[in-house]
């Protein structure tokens, strides 16, 4: 089954993507401040297509742990003017990395495709129908809290049996309210209200996913679960990104939303051919 998202098909259940990471924020915890102004965020996501990314996804509110929450005018003060300037320049899917269901919509009328929402329309009660409405495609991430305390002492009995049962939730009020179910894809939430074990955990039982009958994302690259492996900081986490990013891909089709796009697209062109996608 073939996706069509802004004229270009995907091949979801089969073959493997890149999302380039474009956060037009001060305070994420990689690339924080770098791309703020709208000029360098332009220049940003002219280089993402450059490097080979299929889709790219913008943010403009961190979700890392202890962020500071941004209000609605705020972050569409971040995003439309660099959507006016995307415009006509960009023949990628553009994402957009919010749980604000005005943010969606007025990005959505400037030309987004895919919302993806960190709570899984669980925190802003119009987002599903904003989703549904429009007709676009929808990431449903799996998360507990908010970014601000999603850490405190997660606990679960069954990380992996807890994670599909809540995510399902997320797509019951997806579908309850008109999204169709083929503009659905998932995401476990890695680093999302999860410790190290629990990280590992899921991403050992990866395959399980697939069950739901959904395409999958998954945004593993530097996070801190990394770090701790090999003793890094965020910018100096490549390695272990790409090594992450192989095992996902070598296990089950997946988006991966990265920082590190050139490297990142080339691992993926190498799995895809193994598995008899080549381009």
Do not use: Q, W
């Not at 062109?269 to 193994?274: E, S, Y």
Request: hydrophobic content about 40%; charged content about 30%.
């Amino acid at each position: 089954m073939n996706f069509l998202i802004n004229g270009k098909e995907f091949d979801l259940f089969n073959k493997s993507y890149t999302m380039g990471i474009l956060n037009i924020t001060p305070d994420s915890f990689s690339d924080g401040g770098k791309y703020i102004k709208t000029e360098e965020a332009l220049k940003r996501a002219l280089n993402i297509i450059n490097e080979g990314a299929d889709i790219i996804d913008i943010g403009a509110e961190s979700s890392r742990p202890g962020a500071t929450p941004v209000s609605e005018e705020e972050e569409l003060n971040r995003i439309i003017p660099v959507l006016n300037l995307l415009k006509g320049n960009v023949d990628i899917p553009i994402s957009i990395d919010t749980y604000k269901s005005k943010v969606a919509e007025e990005s959505i009328k400037r030309g987004a495709t895919i919302i993806n929402d960190i709570y899984g329309f669980k925190k802003d009660k119009d987002m599903a129908k904003v989703v549904a409405d429009t007709g676009v495609y929808c990431v449903l991430m799996h998360m507990r809290r908010d970014p601000n305390n999603m850490h405190e002492n997660p606990k679960y009995k069954n990380v992996l049996v807890e994670v599909i049962n809540e995510l399902e939730e997320s797509i019951e009020i997806a579908l309850k309210c008109g999204v169709k179910k083929e503009k659905i894809i998932l995401d476990p939430g890695i680093g999302f209200a999860k410790d190290f074990n629990h990280n590992l955990e899921l991403l050992k039982k990866i395959e399980e996913f697939k069950k739901l009958g959904y395409p999958l994302l998954l945004g593993v690259s530097r996070k801190r679960f990394i770090g701790e492996i090999l003793g890094t900081e965020p910018s100096d986490r490549l390695e272990g990104s790409l090594a992450v990013a192989s095992y996902i891909a070598s296990s089950t089709p997946a988006i991966l939303r990265v920082h590190d796009v050139k490297e990142t697209s080339k691992t993926l062109k190498i799995i895809n051919a193994i598995n008899g996608f080549r381009e």
